[in-house]
């Protein structure tokens, strides 16, 4: 017993961000619509090494999209389901913004996801400066978090991030040039108990999480 207590102090703590609006799209791209349900923390578990680390952390920041009670509703049941298997989610908001008709000169008001990315940054560096973890796997495909890469390896060269691709879409550039640590989901996902279109029952999320992941060398 002292022994597995003693392995398991050993590992390296590993903790998963995920940007839940570029993970949305790349999956609802696959046609894939189950996927949507997927049990964030065993995707984690199913992405880290696990001989050598250990998940402590799930982060997931999003936002719910204004407009579609019922799917608002959904959306709830997923937060309130992910919150059982240990998943935070953090939670941005939308505002109404004027756009406008190229062809016709129209103008309306289009909803904007705002705070999602900054609320992505904000927990990795907050978990990093308070020591909660030894490597963040950051997923997303979203650029902007070439900043967070950035400060990430400037501040804390002591820890290690690693970029990881949503399913269907390729590695920011902009984020490998402060990491060379990358790891691609492929869409090649197992429905495991999940059954197509399906929703989590008893609160709880499917197990989607057999996701094939492609461990690449650091370059």
């Known amino acids: 017993m002292e022994l597995d207590s003693q392995a398991g102090k050993s590992r390296i703590r590993a903790a998963l961000y995920i940007d ?4 949305y ?3 609802n791209d696959l046609g894939e619509p189950f996927l949507k349900w997927c049990n964030f923390w065993k995707l984690g578990e199913s992405i880290i090494p696990r ?3 250990e998940l402590v952390r799930v982060v997931f920041c999003t936002a719910y ?3 579609d009670h019922s799917k608002k509703i959904r959306y709830e049941r997923l937060v309130r389901a992910l919150k059982l298997v240990g998943v935070e989610t953090v939670l941005g908001h939308f505002s109404h913004e004027d756009a406008k008709c190229r062809d016709c000169g129209s103008i309306w008001q289009k909803p904007t996801e705002k705070a999602t990315d900054i609320n992505l940054a904000l927990s990795v560096y907050d978990d990093v400066v308070q020591d909660v973890m030894d490597t963040a796997y950051l997923l997303t495909a979203d650029t902007d978090q070439a900043a967070t890469a950035k400060l990430f390896a400037k501040r804390f060269p002591g820890k290690k991030l690693v970029s990881v691709s949503p399913p269907g879409r390729t590695h920011s550039q902009h984020i490998l ?3 060379p640590h990358k790891i691609a989901l492929t869409g090649s996902i197992s429905r495991g108990r999940c059954s197509r279109g399906s929703s989590p029952r008893r609160g709880r999320p499917p197990s989607c999480a057999r996701t094939s ?3 690449r060398p650091a370059t």
């Open 213 to 215: 992941t492609t461990r």
């Open 65 to 67: 999209y204004p407009g």
């Open 177 to 179: 040039s402060h990491t």
């Open 20 to 23: 839940g609006f570029s993970l």
């Open 51 to 53: 001989q050598s680390e």
């Open 25 to 27: 799209h790349s999956v």
